[in-house]
């Protein structure tokens, strides 16, 4: 028999196997692309803000008269981490040289590198700027006259020197010249403590001087730095690959539909197809199974519902043959025996439904013939087979009738009991039949145990 979960697995096993690569380029071809896409998108966006954030804490930084470098050294941990992530999900999903990735790669250990040159440049402009305020009060402590104004000259200079520090303005510019040779046209003057002191003023002015001029190189390569621009270049690129990618995958949609139309047809062509055919295996099998003339099941039936019964519980085998049908069919015509047949298996189905509206389960088929068989399940007990002797009993008497108003037909029974008389159908079928003829042999119409044989 066929298992009712492989009529739907096997189904439904096809159509998943037919639909998985629809769905798999469905996805791959839009939806993937599209989150992958995002993805990169969203990833340079992150980038430039961290970038433009690095570019304005350094600022900060500048005008800063104490190192605070925490949040540039966090921004530039952040921006390592995006990179790492960035080169390898662009060179393996997007259509992008690797010469101009090699080269963003480039750009951004260049900027790494003059960012940690501004932190070391920018160290030592502070170093220098706390050592002209130590100097200075050195020198105001020191002068005891000051007929020249020298006091007022380093102050003026100090002032100078931190208010160009804050506001971003040239150090050197032509006002803090013209204070420092004004400061220098008296050293004859000084005694030499003094001389040595102003010596290391103007030396750390000059140093201060000579290092914001680098730091201003380094600043305006940072502000000026192409990282930028190429990572722009790139996201114009994916701008106009997502485009293109959204075109194509309109028209890849599109035949997906056709596709999927196809598809629906062949799966709805298929699950029609498929019923059919289990509706005429369902035909075929029950005609293979049912007698065509008098409606009951046939032998082969009789034969595989026996042997699945007999292995399980006890039951009783009715073994029915007709009496003087072989007149009937010779006097008066196959077409007479034929009805002959269907009346007794009208009467024998009638019998098996009032029994089988009690406990007992029964069945009547037809072997070939005019021979029939009545089996009955559950048969266990002492009132069981007082039920099963009435029961024949009643058959016998029921089963008369006649033919043409000329020919009186009759039933001649044999009854086996399983396991009793067997436990195979060949056995239990054997003694039913013996039984029969004995019947036959005793007068017929009547029943006989193949027990009382």
């Given at each position: 028999?066929?298992?009712?979960?492989?009529?739907?697995?096997?189904?439904?096993?096809?159509?998943?196997?037919?639909?998985?690569?629809?769905?798999?380029?469905?996805?791959?071809?839009?939806?993937?692309?599209?989150?992958?896409?995002h993805e990169i998108e969203s990833l340079l966006l992150e980038i430039t803000q961290v970038e433009t954030q690095l570019t304005e804490y350094v600022l900060k930084n500048r005008s800063h008269l104490t190192l605070h470098?925490?949040?540039?050294?966090?921004?530039?941990?952040?921006?390592?981490?995006?990179?790492?992530?960035?080169?390898?999900?662009?060179?393996?999903?997007?259509?992008?040289s690797s010469k101009r990735l090699d080269n963003v790669d480039d750009l951004f250990r260049n900027m790494q590198i003059f960012i940690e040159r501004f932190k070391s440049i920018n160290s030592q402009i502070s170093q220098r700027q706390r050592y002209i305020k130590v100097i200075s009060d050195q020198i105001k402590q020191s002068i005891i006259s000051d007929p020249h104004n020298i006091i007022e000259q380093i102050?003026?200079?100090?002032?100078?020197?931190?208010?160009?520090?804050?506001?971003?303005?040239?150090?050197?510019?032509?006002?803090?010249?013209?204070?420092?040779?004004?400061?220098?046209?008296?050293?004859?003057e000084w005694d030499l403590k003094n001389n040595e002191l102003i010596h290391t003023f103007i030396l750390h002015v000059n140093k201060l001087s000579e290092l914001e001029g680098k730091e201003a190189v380094i600043l305006n390569t940072l502000f000026q730095h192409e990282l930028r621009g190429a990572i722009q270049v790139i996201r114009n690129n994916l701008i106009e690959n997502k485009f293109e990618m959204v075109n194509n995958s309109n028209t890849i949609q599109r035949y997906f539909i056709i596709y999927a139309c196809i598809l629906l047809l062949l799966i709805v062509f298929f699950i029609l197809n498929h019923k059919k055919i289990l509706r005429n295996a369902y035909l075929h099998k029950t005609l293979s199974e049912v007698d065509e003339l008098t409606k009951l099941k046939n032998r082969r039936s009789f034969l595989d519902d026996l042997e699945c019964v007999i292995e399980k519980q006890s039951g009783a085998l009715?073994?029915?043959?007709?009496?003087?049908?072989?007149?009937?069919?010779?006097?008066?015509?196959?077409?007479?025996?034929?009805?002959?047949?269907?009346?007794l298996a009208d009467k024998l189905?009638?019998?098996v439904e009032e029994i089988d509206s009690l406990k007992y389960s029964a069945q009547a088929y037809r072997l070939g013939g005019d021979e029939f068989v009545i089996s009955i399940e559950n048969i266990v007990k002492a009132d069981d087979f007082l039920m099963l002797k009435n029961f024949a009993a009643q058959v016998v008497r029921g089963c008369e009738?006649?033919?043409?108003?000329?020919?009186?037909?009759?039933?001649?029974?044999?009854?086996?009991?399983?396991?009793?008389?067997?436990?195979?159908?060949?056995?239990?079928?054997?003694?039913?039949?013996?039984?029969?003829y004995h019947s036959k042999y005793n007068g017929r119409n009547r029943f006989t145990f193949y027990s009382d044989i």
């Open positions: 028999m066929i298992n009712n979960k492989d009529k739907i697995f096997k189904p439904s096993l096809l159509i998943i196997i037919l639909i998985l690569p629809l769905a798999w380029l469905y996805f791959h071809s839009e939806l993937g692309n599209s989150r992958k896409a470098y925490d949040d540039i050294s966090a921004s530039q941990s952040r921006l390592n981490v995006l990179m790492d992530k960035f080169i390898p999900l662009l060179s393996n999903n997007m259509n992008i102050n003026t200079i100090t002032i100078m020197v931190f208010k160009g520090r804050i506001f971003g303005e040239p150090l050197l510019d032509q006002a803090l010249i013209k204070e420092i040779e004004s400061l220098t046209l008296h050293e004859k009715l073994f029915i043959d007709l009496d003087g049908f072989k007149l009937v069919n010779d006097q008066l015509g196959h077409c007479v025996g034929d009805v002959a047949l269907q009346t189905q009638t019998f009738f006649s033919v043409d108003e000329q020919y009186e037909l009759s039933i001649s029974v044999g009854i086996s009991l399983y396991p009793e008389q067997g436990n195979d159908v060949a056995t239990v079928l054997n003694c039913a039949d013996k039984a029969m």
